[in-house]
């Protein structure tokens, strides 16, 4: 496949653009990466997103990425199975991330977008470590990091390490990639009256029992002011949208995240609305 190389801007276009965010951070589900399922990673998934994380960083916008692992190995599910314990079990699901990373990685340097893997534990023949003056180096330059192997302790979530790495970057937003519309007041399986929320706060998530991240993943985000969309990765051109600011699924955040999406709202130009959608 040739190259990436749309949407190219001078420096001076790049520093004026008025993004309502600059860095972000997004998450991608490992279950999302396997799309429909007849293999553990669907190449037209990562393509896909791939080229949307393209259209955005080409405009300026810093981008790094936390990936799940499970597509390929879910830790909590296999504990107790065959004497595996929790710890070793979580560990496999971190390599798990460790596989999904690079997979992601060739698909994104394949369209030229020059791209860095980082470790939370040392794999030092296929990955960069974790090193956090690194990794912000690295976005500076326009490259995009892919932070796997969770937060490289067993007993959190990558949805945690989304949100960890998230407060350690200075990333001003978690978009979480998901497999549905955005989040819900009541299962829609089993509700189908369930009524998509477009925005929510951190307190209403956690009383109300919201199934969006696990709970130390939102009290992170919450103690640290981190706001969180979410969004349906399925949908072509959500991760371009969610990235630039539009609005896309549900935004979670305290009251003045909240009022600061409405008063944003459609801040985009019809040039960069154009210049996202082509891709």
């Known amino acids: 496949m040739p190259p990436f190389s749309g949407l190219m801007l001078d420096e001076s276009s790049r520093s004026k653009r008025p993004y309502k965010w ?27 997103i791939a080229r949307e994380v393209a259209s955005v960083t080409k405009l300026g916008v810093e981008v790094a990425i936390v990936v799940g692992g499970g597509n390929i ?28 990373a690079i997979f992601l990685q060739a698909t994104m340097e394949s369209i030229g977008i020059p791209t860095r893997v980082q470790t939370a534990f040392r794999i030092s023949e296929v990955a960069e470590p974790y090193i956090r003056r690194r990794a912000i180096r690295h976005l500076e330059k326009g490259r995009v990091v892919i932070f796997a192997a969770g937060t490289g302790n067993p007993f959190f979530t990558t949805d945690t390490a989304a949100a960890l ?42 009383s109300r029992d919201l199934s969006v991240m696990d709970m130390t993943a939102v009290t992170l985000c919450q103690e640290n002011n981190i706001p969180v969309v979410v969004f349906n990765l399925q949908n072509t051109g959500n991760i371009a949208k969610a990235i630039v600011g539009e609005k896309v699924g549900t935004f979670i955040g305290c009251t003045r995240n909240l009022e600061y999406r409405e008063s944003t709202e459609g801040s985009l130009d019809q040039e960069d609305k154009i210049l996202v959608s082509e891709w």
Not at 81 to 100: F, K, P, Q
Not at 187 to 197: D, G, M, S, T, Y
């Open 22 to 48: 600059q860095r972000v951070l997004l998450k991608v589900s490992g279950e999302a990466l396997a799309g429909d399922h007849t293999e553990n990673i669907d190449p037209k998934v990562t393509m896909a």
């Open 73 to 100: 190995f879910r830790g909590a599910s296999w504990a107790g199975c065959s004497g595996l314990d929790r710890s070793s079990a979580d560990y496999i699901g971190m390599m798990a991330t460790v596989m999904n």
């Open 165 to 206: 790495r998230c407060a350690e970057i200075n990333a001003e937003v978690v978009l979480k990639a998901t497999n549905v519309d955005g989040v819900y007041d009541a299962n829609p399986k089993h509700n189908p009256n369930a009524r998509i929320l477009e925005t929510v706060s951190y307190n209403e998530v956690i």
